[in-house]
């Protein structure tokens, strides 16, 4: 038999997909010239005769790129392809029109890292584990949510986040970090990374606003403010934190992780608070704390948050629910200083118009019922007996080779190198032995930091880690 168009036609056998693969194959074809503008499209029987399909199948497929526009249908007589601009043919080299890009998204350090592929059980940092999480509470919440708003009209959330959920964050910041604020100083964002970005879009001046950034730090947040165009002024952190007899009289907004500094996992001191309020009262210049896992402690009374210290409105306290509920939630908030607050709503307006309502009401009620306050409860001595796992293996097991750096809180926990001499044999063998962990020189800007490797404990189990450990001593007693 004759073919009925100017190329081959391969549809998949499996149920369901036909209509879909003929109206895929006769679109690319259009596009790419295949079937020109004004070419009469053969009739329905015929093609149906000549691919042994179902005449409905090929009906189907007319209409959807009639829908499309790219076939005009006629009255009497076969669809006819649409007069448009066919498709581009691709440029002989790729990234030719890279240099169209702004100057900061051309930056390779903003760029992410690739995936890795690690071990269901890993020491990979950042993540809580799913295996103790109330899934069926959440699914109650949520279909909840969903009916409640089947019955109301369609709209549009405050920028700034429901009512709801403000008031529940502001509760919840209260009772778990003595985070003195009310509804009106909360604002939702979709995770701590857009809290930054809005931080650094109000206060950053491009070219001229410098940014203190811990060094090692956490690569997203001297992301958010390179984007930006700040000038980013990288401070060593030492066992207080960040050093802040460090910082330059021009410095505008710092950039800190006091409560459990990410990678290293130490704890700012009291004194260190006290002189970086001191530093930004004095210089006119603003603090973002972000307090990521702040509700993970195993030591004793927690110090204050540096919002809870702040007298002079200076501090922007960021939060986040990746850590103490799950990742893809991606809600995270902002408590803001009065003077910074219409300022931040109107730069959340015009980037993203608003969170989802639908997962602010179900976390609204989640946090409400204290539903989060068990789970932080019951996840405690979980992660407490995993992180006892990891500084138990590093003390006695792998002592020779490394030093735990003191930390108390949070789901993560690092180790010096006690020969840095050793760093290049030793390293590669500790991040192959302890899949996910990382080593604190890739959250640098430079290389002129101790060398140090960073265990998260938040999805692997003790004997795991145990397990883990013993199996990186012997690894390194080969060398």
Known sequence: MEPVFPFPVQLPRGAGTLTQALHQQLRAAILDGRLPPHAALPATRKV????????????????????EGYVVPRQGARPQVAEFARRRPKPARAGVDASRFAPAWRTPFLQPSPA??????????????HRHFPHEVWRRLMAQTLR??????????????????????????????????????????????????????????????????EEPGYPPVRAAFAAAGAQLVPLPVDDEGLCVERLPEDVRIISVTPSH????????????RAALLDFARRHHAVIVEDDYDGEFRFGGRPLDALQTLDRDALVFYVGTFSKSMFPSLRKGFVVAPAWARNGLVTVKHCVDSHCDSVTQAALAAFIRDGHLARHVRHMRPIYAARRE??????????????????????????????????????????????????????????RNIEPAVTFGYGVIDAADISAALAGLRRSLRKL
């Not at 879009?201 to 001229?208: K, Y």
């Not at 500094?261 to 260190?272: E, F, I, Y």
Request: include cysteine.
């Open 261 to 272: 500094q990410s990678p290293t996992g130490v704890a700012m001191s009291l004194r260190r």
């Open 48 to 67: 149906a005769e000549a691919l042994g399909v179902a005449r409905n199948t090929v009906v189907a497929a007319y209409d959807l790129l009639i829908a």
């Open 389 to 446: 796992a990891l500084l138990d293996g590093l003390q006695r097991g792998l002592g020779e080779w490394l030093q735990p750096i003191p930390s108390e809180a949070g789901l993560h926990l690092a180790a010096r190198l006690r020969d840095p001499a050793q760093a290049s044999k030793l390293m590669p063998v500790v991040l192959r032995a302890a899949a996910g962990a990382e080593a604190t020189a890739d959250y640098a800007m430079t």
């Open 116 to 129: 890795r592929s690690l071990p269901e059980r890993n020491f990979r940092l950042g993540i809580p584990d």
């Open 148 to 213: 409640r708003s089947a019955r109301e009209s369609f709209a549009y959330a405050p920028s700034q986040g429901i009512p709801a959920l403000r008031e529940a964050i502001a509760q919840h910041v209260a009772f778990a970090r003595a985070v003195a604020c009310s509804a009106d100083d909360v604002i939702v964002t979709s995770g701590a990374q857009q809290a930054f970005d809005l931080i650094a879009r109000l206060l950053v001046t491009p070219g001229q606003t410098k940014v203190a950034v």
